[in-house]
């Protein structure tokens, strides 16, 4: 499975939101869909919202705080490049930067 | 005509402004809320009582509470270790539960400055905070601070240097976040419930500063 790229630490990895726009109730914003940050701090594992929402067993996840440069996130158009923005997003939306 | 005003049809005598009577059918969700509301008392699960006894409470938390917090960061260095690294657990210990979500206390100094948002929803620590304003759960708020807090910042009066770095926070899953603004400049001997008055509820969101001490003596 994907999330076994990711380093054994998560610490400060960089990391990049997979890219997908499935049905349903999912807690990933779509504006970090696709984008690069890196992980701030892992949270532990939290029951999966995308199960909860369904009212089916929610299998706990890893959840981790990504941070992401405002450059990285909204490009040319970005306020102020450096300032940041962390989001939570579960381990399953997470892949390497560097995968393909 | 001094009488004559042309929106005398949404003000009463006073000049209040009417709220429209809802004449209007319930709602899908409205009827579900009543349907289950009322199989919940009748199979004997809660009763109409702990209901509005939930409500109060709900309705009773203050931006008070994150203010109490605040203070006591300020002041005692032992707490704010505690809070900064589990401030869940810091803040239980005062009385303040959040329940099954997590707090998470982040810090403004000179070189930074936080700012939180939920742009799916209006995530809040309403433990600490109480209600939200109507404004944070806007489409305005939401969509506008993840992309130019900078302006919305301007808008409630607060403007920062470039040197000051803008972290601004999603709550986009189980936790829940309060800023702990600077501590403003000359309160040195202020005691600790006074510094809790300086503690706005827009500090603790990130879109304004603790009141200058100054100010108070105003």
Redo the contacts between chains.
């Keep these: 499975m994907q999330q076994h790229l990711l380093n054994e630490s998560r610490l400060m990895q960089k990391i990049r939101v997979k890219h997908l726009m499935p049905p349903g109730h999912v807690?990933?914003?779509a504006?970090l869909r696709g984008k690069v940050g890196v992980i701030e701090r892992s949270?532990g594992a939290?029951p999966n919202?995308e199960d909860l929402a369904y009212g089916v067993t929610a299998r706990a996840l890893p959840?981790h705080?990504v941070r992401f440069r405002m450059a990285d996130?909204?490009g040319a158009n970005a306020?102020?490049p450096?300032?940041?923005?962390?989001?939570?997003?579960?381990e399953h939306w997470l892949e390497p930067a560097d995968a393909t | 005509m001094p009488h004559d005003h042309h929106d005398h049809d949404t003000l009463n005598p006073p000049g209040h402004p009417y709220r429209a009577d809802d004449d209007a059918p319930l709602s899908y969700w409205q009827v579900m809320e009543i349907a289950v509301r009322e199989l919940l008392v009748e199979k004997g699960i809660t009763t109409a009582s702990e209901i509005a006894a939930q409500i109060d409470t709900m309705d009773a938390r203050t931006p008070s509470n994150g203010a109490q917090v605040v203070a006591r960061a300020w002041c005692d260095p032992e707490f704010h270790a505690a809070l900064m690294d589990d401030a869940s657990e810091a803040t239980h210990a005062m009385g303040f539960d959040i329940g099954a979500l997590?707090l998470i206390a982040v810090e403004n100094t000179d070189e930074v400055h936080n700012m939180i948002v939920c742009?799916?929803c209006s995530c809040y620590p309403r433990n600490l905070l109480g209600l939200p304003p109507d404004w944070y759960k806007s489409r305005a708020y939401r969509s506008r601070t993840?992309?130019?807090?900078?302006?919305v910042l301007a808008e409630f009066g607060v403007i920062l240097p470039?040197t000051t770095?803008?972290?601004?926070?999603?709550?986009?899953?189980?936790?829940r976040y309060i800023v702990i603004p600077n501590r403003p400049e000359g309160t040195e001997n202020m005691s600790q419930n006074d510094l809790s008055g300086l503690v706005t509820r827009d500090s603790m969101i990130g879109t304004g500063l603790a009141i200058p001490s100054l100010s108070l003596d105003a």
């Design positions: 807690r990933t914003p504006y949270l939290f919202p959840l705080r996130v909204w306020e102020n450096n300032d940041t923005l962390d989001a939570e997003i579960y | 997590k742009t799916l993840v992309r130019e807090p900078r302006s470039d770095k803008i972290r601004v926070h999603d709550s986009t899953a189980d936790m």
